[in-house]
T-cell receptor, first 114, second 114 residues
């Protein structure tokens, strides 16, 4: 079985400053890892995906994440926050390639101050 | 938009009502999912269909009844619900059933049970 822990339930940043959202995972297999974003009254949108290729994954809207096996982490970063980045972010892990069941983190709410 | 459409967006129902949630995907995917998103809890997988066959019923009470008439449409029939069933119900689809397949989400139906 796999699981994921998002270490911060809420992150507040100023516009133009870096954003760091932390995620640790556990998995018995070589996992696939995802970050999704959910804006108010919207569904979940995929930001990026890791599937055992390059450990630094670039996503949409300037986000990127680094897979660190030794630390079982998959932290999400963005160099400069924008007001439109205010949303809830979910770190997600799947098990092996045949396992469609995803384990979702509890979410991190990001607020961006002007 | 992600290509997954859910209707209605909002639904208020009494405990004795019968209602249905509808999901339609325009992506040509073979797998469809129902999730429940409650406040401050990780997403819970409810049902999974692959090629119109149910492959997962994640210990969901019988007052929730899914239906998948074809690979593009998924319904969730609701009857005699409880107030604790109030939540955001999300539909998702993926190309196939696999841990590497990206799940694309609809905007959800916000359900309130009075």
């Amino acid at each position: 079985a796999q699981s994921v822990t998002q270490l911060d339930s809420h992150v507040s940043v100023s516009e133009g400053t870096p954003v760091l959202l932390r995620c640790n995972y556990s998995s018995s297999y070589s996992p696939s890892l995802f970050w999704y974003v959910q804006h108010p009254n919207k569904g979940l949108q995929l930001l990026l995906k890791y599937t055992s290729a390059a450990t630094l994954v670039k996503g949409i809207n300037g986000f990127e994440a680094e897979f660190k096996k030794s630390e079982t982490s998959f932290h999400l970063t963005k160099p400069s926050a924008h007001m439109s980045d205010a949303a809830e972010y979910f770190c997600v892990v799947s098990g092996n390639s045949n396992d469609y069941k995803l384990s979702f983190g509890a979410g991190t709410t990001v607020t961006v101050r002007a | 938009e992600t290509g997954v459409t859910q209707t209605p967006r909002h639904l208020v129902m009494g405990m004795t009502n019968k209602k249905s949630l509808k999901c339609e995907q325009h992506l040509g995917h073979n797998a469809m999912y129902w999730y429940k998103q409650s406040a401050k809890k990780p997403l819970e997988l409810m049902f999974v269909y692959s090629l119109e066959e149910r492959v997962e019923n994640n210990s969901v009470p019988s007052r929730f009844s899914p239906e998948c008439p074809n690979s593009s449409h998924l319904f969730l029939h609701l009857h005699t619900l409880q107030p604790e069933d109030s939540a955001l119900y999300l539909c998702a689809s993926s190309q196939d059933l696999g841990g590497r397949d990206i799940q694309y989400f609809g905007a959800g139906t916000r359900l309130s049970v009075l």
